[in-house]
């Protein structure tokens, strides 16, 4: 059975447009973008309070999450075009059984 993998890329903002263009060029056809906040493993960057010289570190800081979903053979060229355009984040792969598109009807592989 071929699976279809869906791919959730955590990123940061100024790394999307790069990996978006980069999917573009191999027809990986829809992406969708979720800002959501987070933390990992390392704190992030201290910030300068309004007035004053005082610093705080947010316990959360705003990351992207890109998802595309695309047949298993191109998970691996998927996986690199992301590590390729940044330096952090993580990249999660799941196995997905069905696919529907709403409009048409079509599954699967047809459906993306």
């Not at 996986?79 to 599954?107: C, P, Q, W």
Request: positive net charge; proline residues 3%.
């Amino acid at each position: 059975m071929v699976y279809m993998i869906r791919i959730d890329a955590i990123v940061p903002q100024n790394d999307i447009r790069a990996i978006s263009e980069a999917l573009k060029k191999i027809d990986v056809g829809g992406i969708t973008i979720m800002k959501v906040r987070g933390r990992g493993k390392h704190a992030g960057p201290a910030l300068h309070a309004a007035k004053g010289t005082e610093t705080f570190i947010p316990e959360f800081s705003d990351k992207y999450i890109l998802t595309v979903i695309v047949d298993e053979k191109d998970e691996n060229e998927v996986v690199n075009i992301v590590r390729n355009h940044t330096k952090v984040g993580k990249i999660f792969m799941y196995k997905l059984s069905r696919a529907v598109d709403i409009a048409t009807g079509a599954e699967n592989e047809k459906a993306i």
